[in-house]
């Protein structure tokens, strides 16, 4: 359903043979096959309980300092009410869970062995009922529950280690043939029954929703927002003129259409009663009202060809239309169709050096052509071409305070470049520190909850939205209406301000 740091899943009779295989060449010490929690069968393993909460702990600070922890405790403390209600109905309520909102734009849910699970900002503002919350998390307890990482993890190394063992046995093993033949064996071990697996933590996650007081189908709800989330980056990956990979196919129909999703969401149903089948919508638009959408001020802020970042102190502009991407490490502008694309990176300077020295000697760039100094907004710097992998690339770098700002602009076709460079040009000449009367523009977007009334409409919502990109459909994607739906007259919505 959802990309999670661990997902596998292979068949009984391969489960079975693995094991076999494998405990005969570890002499029955080192590995074996232990008991599902879920369903009693017997899952081939690696590693004990005890290792697979070690697993856990030690990669729980690693998701934290790659993503951030969203720093609203009330919210914190919502979704860690919601998930550890759903966890004291699942197969494994011996353990604790840890629910975390990650300060990231991405639209993203994942779990790690142990109990900890984590959804980003970025999909929670997308989610429109505290049961489609619920459902997010209840899927993710789900891959704890069955042990998927577990088992991930074993299959892999039980891949690496047959191969070894099978090399030291069986000596015609060991030629590089054999090796690419039996990494081929082992990928389709790890990846190609993905969807069976996602399918267990659907079926998981709606049991215990049902458990818990909540409607099973919002399961099915939580499919449907990502398969628009999937339709949507799609057509704006065409836009570019980049392919669009997708949930590994795991939506290749719509979830209204998926007979086997709607046969183990329906399963659940058994667990319902009188009473049940909770949605509280107006109780989690309460809870996300405020919340952070898109970029955070700390990660800069995006503003149709603008960018402004308030914490460096800095702002530059890209040429119009093309999309930004803001990465971790960088800014990446790439125009329509792709043809073209700016990077924008930032190292601290270290050494007196001036901005050509620092190309030459910081970035290794020796052969440089075509140099010029260059004074954009009053700051020292520096730009030229080189070649890098055999096509044309516009260097350039600008110093603001104790910071070299590093431009990368190429084109995929170099017959192109000529084209380009202008573009190139004016967004490094573009670039200055922030500026009072831009302060404003620096700061973050926040999600506002508002009552519909006739004058509203998406279209209206949309001219004044401060969304850098697709801000109509965003909005519509927001509510749960795209791609044709309206705005109803007395609903409560999402709104971006």
Same mark, same amino acid.
């Given at each position: 359903?959802?990309?999670?740091?661990?997902?596998?899943?292979?068949?009984?009779?391969?489960?079975?043979?693995?094991?076999?295989?494998?405990?005969?060449?570890?002499?029955?010490?080192?590995?074996?096959?232990?008991?599902?929690?879920?369903?009693?069968?017997?899952?081939?393993?690696?590693?004990?309980?005890?290792?697979?909460?070690?697993?856990?702990?030690?990669?729980?600070?690693?998701?934290?300092?790659?993503?951030?922890?969203?720093?609203?405790?009330?919210?914190?403390?919502?979704?860690?009410?919601?998930?550890?209600?759903?966890?004291?109905?699942?197969?494994?309520?011996?353990?604790?869970?840890?629910?975390?909102?990650? @300060?990231?734009?991405?639209?993203?849910?994942?779990?790690?062995?142990?109990?900890?699970?984590?959804?980003?900002?970025?999909?929670?503002?997308?989610?429109?009922?505290?049961?489609?919350?619920?459902?997010?998390?209840?899927?993710?307890?789900?891959?704890?529950?069955?042990?998927?990482?577990?088992?991930?993890?074993?299959?892999?190394?039980?891949?690496?280690?047959?191969?070894?063992?099978?090399?030291?046995?069986?000596?015609?093993?060991?030629?590089?043939?054999?090796?690419?033949?039996?990494?081929?064996?082992?990928?389709?071990?790890?990846?190609?029954?993905?969807?069976?697996?996602?399918?267990?933590?659907?079926?998981?996650?709606?049991?215990?929703?049902?458990?818990?007081?909540?409607?099973?189908?919002?399961?099915?709800?939580?499919?449907?927002?990502?398969?628009?989330?999937?339709?949507?980056?799609?057509?704006?990956?065409?836009?570019? /003129?980049?392919?669009?990979?997708?949930?590994?196919?795991?939506?290749?129909?719509?979830?209204?259409?998926?007979?086997?999703?709607?046969?183990?969401?329906?399963?659940?149903?058994?667990?319902?009663?009188?009473?049940? /089948?909770?949605?509280?919508?107006?109780?989690?638009?309460?809870?996300?009202?405020?919340?952070?959408?898109?970029?955070?001020?700390?990660?800069?802020?995006?503003?149709?060809?603008?960018?402004?970042?308030?914490?460096?102190?800095?702002?530059?502009?890209?040429?119009?239309?093309?999309?930004?991407?803001?990465?971790?490490?960088?800014?990446?502008?790439?125009?329509?169709?792709?043809?073209?694309?700016?990077?924008?990176?930032?190292?601290?300077?270290?050494?007196?050096?001036?901005?050509?020295?620092?190309?030459?000697?910081?970035?290794?760039?020796?052969?440089?052509?075509?140099?010029?100094?260059?004074?954009?907004?009053?700051?020292? /710097?520096?730009?030229?071409?080189?070649?890098?992998?055999?096509?044309?690339?516009?260097?350039?770098?600008?110093?603001?305070?104790?910071?070299?700002?590093?431009?990368?602009?190429?084109?995929?076709?170099?017959?192109?470049?000529?084209?380009?460079?202008?573009?190139?040009?004016?967004?490094?000449?573009?670039?200055?520190?922030?500026? @009072?009367?831009?302060?404003?523009?620096?700061?973050?977007?926040?999600?506002?909850?508002?009552?519909?009334?006739?004058?509203?409409?998406?279209?209206?919502?949309?001219?004044?939205?401060?969304?850098?990109?697709?801000?109509?459909?965003?909005?519509?994607?927001?509510?749960?209406?795209?791609?044709?739906?309206?705005?109803?007259?007395?609903?409560?919505?999402?709104?971006?301000?």
């Amino acid at each position: 359903m959802i990309h999670v740091l661990v997902q596998i899943s292979t068949s009984h009779d391969r489960i079975r043979s693995l094991c076999l295989m494998v405990g005969a060449l570890l002499f029955l010490g080192l590995a074996g096959c232990a008991t599902n929690p879920v369903t009693g069968d017997q899952n081939f393993v690696m590693f004990g309980e005890d290792t697979e909460l070690e697993i856990g702990r030690t990669n729980h600070p690693k998701i934290i300092a790659e993503y951030g922890r969203y720093e609203d405790e009330a919210l914190q403390a919502y979704v860690q009410s919601v998930g550890e209600k759903l966890a004291k109905n699942s197969h494994r309520d011996d353990l604790i869970y840890r629910f975390t909102v990650l @300060d990231s734009p991405t639209i993203n849910a994942m779990a790690l062995p142990g109990g900890y699970v984590y959804i980003t900002r970025g999909l929670m503002a997308y989610l429109n009922s505290e049961a489609e919350l619920a459902a997010v998390l209840g899927h993710e307890i789900g891959h704890v529950t069955a042990r998927h990482g577990v088992r991930q993890q074993s299959a892999a190394q039980a891949a690496n280690l047959g191969y070894t063992l099978g090399s030291i046995l069986l000596p015609g093993l060991r030629g590089a043939g054999s090796q690419n033949l039996f990494n081929i064996l082992g990928g389709a071990l790890l990846s190609g029954y993905g969807r069976e697996h996602e399918l267990e933590s659907d079926r998981l996650g709606a049991e215990y929703l049902a458990r818990s007081g909540y409607e099973p189908r919002a399961m099915i709800d939580v499919i449907s927002v990502l398969k628009d989330q999937q339709t949507f980056a799609a057509a704006e990956a065409k836009k570019l /003129g980049q392919d669009y990979q997708g949930y590994h196919g795991l939506f290749a129909s719509h979830p209204d259409n998926d007979t086997r999703l709607q046969q183990v969401v329906g399963e659940a149903e058994k667990y319902t009663s009188a009473g049940n /089948g909770k949605v509280y919508r107006d109780t989690y638009l309460q809870k996300v009202a405020g919340m952070t959408f898109g970029d955070s001020e700390k990660q800069g802020i995006r503003s149709e060809n603008h960018f402004y970042h308030l914490a460096m102190r800095f702002s530059v502009d890209f040429p119009i239309s093309w999309h930004v991407n803001n990465n971790p490490n960088s800014l990446q502008a790439i125009s329509p169709g792709g043809k073209a694309f700016i990077d924008m990176g930032v190292s601290d300077i270290n050494r007196k050096l001036s901005p050509k020295q620092f190309i030459e000697q910081r970035l290794k760039v020796d052969n440089l052509r075509s140099g010029q100094a260059i004074k954009p907004h009053g700051l020292d /710097g520096y730009t030229g071409l080189t070649v890098h992998q055999n096509k044309p690339v516009r260097i350039a770098v600008i110093y603001l305070r104790d910071q070299a700002f590093i431009f990368l602009g190429t084109a995929k076709d170099s017959r192109d470049f000529t084209q380009f460079d202008d573009h190139f040009l004016s967004s490094i000449n573009s670039f200055h520190a922030l500026r @009072d009367d831009e302060i404003e523009h620096a700061r973050e977007l926040k999600l506002e909850i508002v009552s519909v009334t006739n004058n509203d409409s998406y279209g209206k919502w949309a001219q004044t939205s401060r969304i850098s990109n697709s801000p109509l459909q965003q909005l519509k994607l927001l509510n749960g209406d795209y791609p044709d739906g309206e705005l109803k007259n007395g609903k409560k919505a999402k709104r971006v301000h």
